[in-house]
Each structure stands twice: as C-alpha cells, then as structure tokens.
T-cell receptor
Framework: GAVVSQHPSRVICKSGTSVKIECRSL??????MFWYRQFPKQSLMLMAT?????????EQGVEKDKFLINHASLTLSTLTVTSAHPEDSSFYIC??????????FGPGTRLLVL | DAKTTQPNSMESNEEEPVHLPCNHS???????IHWYRQLPSQGPEYVIH???SNVNNRMASLAIAEDRKSSTLILHRATLRDAAVYYC??????????????FGSGTRLQVQP
C-alpha cells in the first residue's frame, strides 16, 4: 500500500512554543490530506482537511489560528500547533487520500507540552 | 451521514477465525463500507473495503449482507499481531468530491495465545 510518513515521531516542548509536524506522501501525489487528533483511550477525531493549493477546511470546534495547516505541494502537508499548552498534548495523525474513500495514514506524532 | 454500530470488544484465540460484525442500517446506495484497524501507538491501517459484493484480499475478507445493512470482517486465522481496534466506517463525501472518515469507537480485538 501507499506510504505516508510523519516527522517528528514524538516531540516534547515547553508551554507557549510552536510545534510543526510534517506529513509526506512518499510514493503518490495527494491533493487532499487529513489531520486527526487522538487523546488517550479515545478514537480519532478529524481536525481539518488539507487541500493542496487552497485553504484548509476545519472541523467545528477546531481553532484555525491555533492549528495552522499548509499544503504547499502534492506530497507535503504541515500542521503547526501555535502557542502550545498542556491540553494540546495528544497523538496527531495525518492521512493522505487515495481513491474511493481509502486513506493512507502516517505513523503519528506524539506531542507532549510541559 | 450513515452511522455504524460495532461491539466494543471481542476475544479470539490464536490461529482461529474471527468474525467482526458491523451494523449500518442507514447506509445509502452509494456508500462504500470501509474497514481500518489501529494497532497500539500507531496510525490506522487500511484493511479492506467494498460496496455490494464480498471482497477478499491478503489481510481479510469482507462479507456484505444482501440488504447492505450489515457487514462482517473476517480474519481467517488470527495471530497475536492482529490484536487491534477495528473500525467499520462509511466515508462521507466532502464538497471537493473526496471522502472523509469519521471514526467511531470500533471493536477492540484481543487475541489469546
């Protein structure tokens, strides 16, 4: 299957700093990528849809100014958590859209904000 | 969007078949049925999908009821590596034409040696 990578795999940062997470589709072009967040013992929650060359679409309740998404190329989408706080600590997962609703997921990035 | 209902958890023994059920009584005629699984501390992994006919691939089989209101994911011989949360999802169409996935709570499969 298609391969999606994420970098970094885990990050620890101080409260108030910004953290950038990269999502790359390694062997195919993805016009649409998705960003999810998963808290411990919970399911994945869709945060936003990242569209190449246009603005991201955010789900209800997700602050677009806090979670900045850039999809500058067909193989790269980035999520920047601005002014991170301890409540932003979570497992962030990206996916790239294949055909017929199929999505290929990255391995996830674990963020811990101290 | 059509919703799915799955049991919270199931147990299986290693080397035995596992049948994971999913109800989707409000499914529409154009909804595909997708299955993903998530191993601990990993991103979800695509397993299989289908529309009307039963489907087979190297990972699993998908049996779809004739009225499409339910489906069953079949793992033919469970291994310890199959222990995961399995999600049955009906992707919803976005304005762009792409389809988004809404994850429910899934079924946590435990495999006993």
């Amino acid at each position: 299957g298609a391969v999606v990578s994420q970098h970094p795999s885990r990050v620890i940062c101080k409260s108030g700093t910004s953290v950038k997470i990269e999502c790359r589709s390694l062997d195919f072009q993805a016009t649409t990528m998705f960003w999810y967040r998963q808290f411990p013992k919970q399911s994945l929650m869709l945060m936003a849809t990242s569209n190449e060359g246009s603005k991201a679409t955010y789900e209800q309740g997700v602050e677009k100014d806090k979670f900045l998404i850039n999809h500058a190329s067909l193989t790269l989408s980035t999520l920047t958590v601005t002014s991170a706080h301890p409540e932003d600590s979570s497992f962030y997962i990206c996916s790239a859209s294949g055909g017929a609703g199929t999505q290929y997921f990255g391995p996830g990035t674990r963020l811990l904000v101290l | 969007d059509a919703k799915t209902t799955q049991p919270n958890s199931m147990e299986s023994n290693e080397e035995e078949p596992v049948h994971l059920p999913c109800n989707h009584s409000t499914i529409s005629g154009t909804d595909y049925i997708h299955w993903y699984r998530q191993l601990p501390s990993q991103g979800p992994e695509y397993v299989i999908h289908g529309l009307t006919s039963n489907v087979n691939n190297r990972m699993a089989s998908l049996a779809i009821a004739e009225d499409r209101k339910s489906s069953t994911l079949i793992l033919h011989r469970a291994t310890l590596r199959d222990a995961a949360v399995y999600y049955c999802i009906l992707p919803s169409r976005l304005d762009t034409g792409r389809r988004a996935l809404t994850f429910g709570s899934g079924t946590r499969l435990q495999v006993q040696p």
